[in-house]
């Protein structure tokens, strides 16, 4: 630290470094930029070219309020208020579930699934912030996306998410548990993201998950499963048949148990196998209802194993 005052917003960038680093930030340099950015309603690359220039007085305030919310580890996100998800500005908040990055995997998933000029119906269960909606509705113009959660808050976020990156109604999102509230035999693709951290391991998460984010989007019971296997139990009524299923999922263990369980439904899923993405390494379950798949669905993935 320099003996003079914070002055300009340089000054304030290495004090905030280094207060953020003492309270265990992992990513202090960054936070603090991307924090002062969003104060001085810039993008961080043209906060580069205004490092030596000085901050007016509310700007420090406002700077100084932000701080302290991140050193109480609240998430960034929560803080500058949105979060980049599939090249798409998520808003967020308290509430909601912060997209996560490996979740794109999801996305992938879906595309991989559905031509692209095909108008196939999708429902995102336990869609939080709609991020995984929006997404597939942006990248398939003729889908329908119809987004369900428990949470009025999440699906607050949803709904704007929904407005700014779709037009025309083409998403909607829908108060309700899982898919119970949809009619049966009429999706041509379900995902979701659902809660799958086994109960016994909410407390290693970082404080920023634990703390902040709604415990009810991530905690999934005793193995981690609960709402995944209710979902894919639902899945099998709500899915046209050869409809296809696709969920995140936390360990590749977890998505070879639900394979394995979809494929012993009675015959109601003709495949289900675990699959990975190469990058991130996030585990996700595909299923395939039985019968032949509508048009403009196919099954997402090659040289997957079945199970058992
Ligand atoms: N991957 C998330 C996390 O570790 C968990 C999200 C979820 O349960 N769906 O924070």
Same mark, same amino acid.
């Given at each position: ?91 967020? *908040? ?67 998410? *929904? ?146």
């Amino acid at each position: 630290m320099s003996s003079a005052a914070p002055h300009v917003a340089a000054d304030f960038l290495r004090l905030a470094q280094g207060y953020l680093a003492r309270h265990g930030v992992a990513t202090p340099r960054l936070d603090a930029e991307v924090l002062l950015a969003s104060v001085l309603g810039i993008s961080r690359l043209e906060l580069y070219a205004r490092l030596d220039e000085p901050l007016e007085r509310h700007e420090v305030d406002a700077y100084r309020d932000a701080l302290r919310r991140r050193a109480a580890r609240e998430p960034v996100a929560y803080i500058v208020g949105y979060r980049e998800f599939y090249g798409l500005r998520m808003r967020v *908040g308290p509430g909601v579930l912060i997209p996560r990055p490996e979740t794109e995997y999801l996305v992938e998933l879906a595309l991989s699934s559905t031509e692209e000029a095909a108008p196939v119906r999708v429902a995102d269960a336990c869609t939080g912030s709609g991020a995984v909606a929006v997404a597939i509705a942006v990248r398939r113009p003729q889908a329908c996306v119809v987004g369900t959660d428990v949470s009025e808050q999440a699906l607050a976020f949803a709904a704007v998410n *929904g407005r700014a990156h779709v037009p025309g109604g083409r998403v909607r999102w829908i108060r309700a548990d899982g898919l119970r509230a949809l009619a049966e035999a009429s999706y041509d693709l379900v995902v979701s993201n659902p809660p799958y951290v086994p109960s016994g391991e909410m407390r290693a998460l970082a404080p920023e998950i634990r703390h902040y984010e709604p415990r009810e989007a991530l905690d999934g019971g005793e193995d981690g499963l609960r709402t995944a296997r209710e979902l894919a139990r639902e899945a099998m009524k709500v899915l046209r048949p050869g409809g296809v299923l696709i969920m995140e999922l936390g360990t590749p263990a977890q998505a070879r148990r639900l394979a394995a369980e979809c494929l012993r439904a009675g015959g109601a899923y003709r495949e289900a196998v675990a699959a990975e993405d190469p990058v991130s390494r996030v585990p996700a379950l595909v299923a395939r209802r039985a019968g032949e798949a509508p048009p403009g669905i196919r099954w997402p993935v090659g040289g997957g194993r079945t199970w058992p």
